[in-house]
């Protein structure tokens, strides 16, 4: 019976010793998420270019967008980056317990109870009630702390942030406040990546309304220093937006948000390309030789089309390979060749068909994102398979993933 066939077995590859495993997690199996430093840092500088003059903050939240935060920020402000922006109090918190002492800008109000801590940590808020203007002003009063803050206005994105009309009051309540300090004020794009005349206009609408509120600040004789609008595809894309500070967040990572965005980076960056930071990889761990007709994995999905060397890789859903990725008919790279799924992504693993090729092995090196020989895998390709957008896979890699880290430069070592 095919199932009786001989398995050959091997034991996972240790890390590099010039590599760093940021993740605990996963150690025991060889399946990791290798993370280019060099790359985010090549990536910030292209970036800090295009924007120029505005300053550079580099998005890492979401642990880096799944990159590694602490050692995704090192790599920005190597390539440029003058501030870091994150989405949690604790994500901040990260980041200066290894060290990172840029500015690091909060994208939302946090809760009441995590107001001491920004403060403590030296996180600029991002405020839009009156509620947490208070609570930051009396925190600071507590500390004899004088503390930036920034001011976020909703423009259109319906999302956080203070009305349009709202604005000027909340301004000058901080402004009243002796221990805060107005340092920015800002909003956000929903639809500069659009590739749709309605979504040019929209955007267009929200820049004239952001220019608007920010002459009535000045006309109520505030001036905040740091105004701010552009996330990546405003600050490729619309330069009138990128203003005194630009939040560029997927573009740190390599990945551009739509076709639209990448033409226009490319007349603007002088030839240069944004590089993906991120692999993913593993090693076949066992090999068996099937009949064709034979249904490996759950479900019994997919009969062989031939007799097949199926290779067994440690690697599944509960480390970011979806399930839907079977059905669309993915491929992985083994030998620098491209190699379909012999049957439905389970919770640990993988299997692959690799046709009666009697060269692949266990300790084979496999590429589910990234690129071995000519062949590349981008999460951009995934992304059009599962209907969805780059950021969700690259965040979507699980915790259980090593992130190994190379080529780091001499500052960028979490």
Excluded at 289 to 296: S, V
Aim: aromatic content about 4%.
């Amino acid at each position: 019976m095919a199932d009786s066939a001989p398995v050959r077995l091997v034991a996972p590859v240790p890390d590099d010793e010039d590599a760093a495993v940021t993740m605990a997690q996963g150690r025991s199996r060889p399946a990791w998420a290798e993370i280019d430093l060099a790359a985010v840092t090549h990536n910030a500088r292209v970036l800090a270019r295009v924007a120029a003059p505005a300053e550079l903050c580099a998005v890492v939240k979401a642990h880096g967008y799944g990159h590694g935060g602490p050692a995704v920020a090192r790599a920005a402000l190597a390539g440029g980056a003058a501030r870091l922006a994150v989405a949690l109090v604790d994500e901040g918190v990260e980041l200066r317990r290894h060290g990172v002492t840029a500015p690091v800008l909060l994208l939302s109000e946090c809760g009441l109870d995590a107001v001491g801590t920004a403060l403590a940590y030296g996180l600029t808020p991002t405020l839009y009630s009156n509620e947490n203007i208070a609570a930051f002003a009396a925190a600071a009063r507590a500390a004899g702390q004088r503390t930036a803050v920034h001011i976020k206005v909703d423009t259109g994105m319906h999302r956080v942030g203070a009305a349009p009309e709202d604005l000027t009051a909340l301004a000058g309540a901080v402004g009243s406040e002796p221990l805060l300090h107005l340092e920015g004020v800002w909003t956000h794009l929903p639809v500069a990546d659009g590739e749709l005349p309605e979504d040019r206009a929209y955007t267009e609408v929200q820049l004239d309304l952001f220019d608007r509120l920010v002459a009535a600040l000045a006309g109520a004789g505030l001036h905040p220093p740091v105004v701010h609008v552009a996330n990546t595809a405003g600050a490729i894309a619309f330069p009138r937006s990128r203003r005194d500070m630009v939040r560029c967040g997927i573009g740190l990572y390599g990945y551009v948000p739509g076709p639209g965005v990448a033409r226009a980076l490319g007349e603007q960056a002088g030839g240069e390309t944004l590089q993906p930071a991120m692999s993913l990889k593993a090693r076949v761990v066992a090999v068996r030789e099937l009949q064709a007709g034979e249904r490996p994995s759950y479900g019994r999905l997919r009969p062989l089309p031939e007799r097949s060397v199926v290779a067994t890789v440690p690697i599944g859903y509960a480390d970011g390979v979806p399930r839907a990725l079977f059905e669309a008919g993915y491929e992985v790279l083994i030998g620098g060749k491209r190699r379909p799924l012999a049957g439905m992504v389970t919770m640990d693993q993988i299997v692959v068909d690799c046709g009666p090729d009697p060269s692949v092995g266990p300790g084979d090196e496999v590429v589910l994102l990234g690129t071995q020989g000519s062949e590349t895998i981008t999460a951009d390709d995934w992304a059009t398979m599962l209907g969805t957008i780059s950021y969700e896979v690259v965040c979507g890699v699980g915790p259980r993933m090593p992130r190994v880290l190379v080529n780091r430069p001499d500052d960028a070592r979490a």
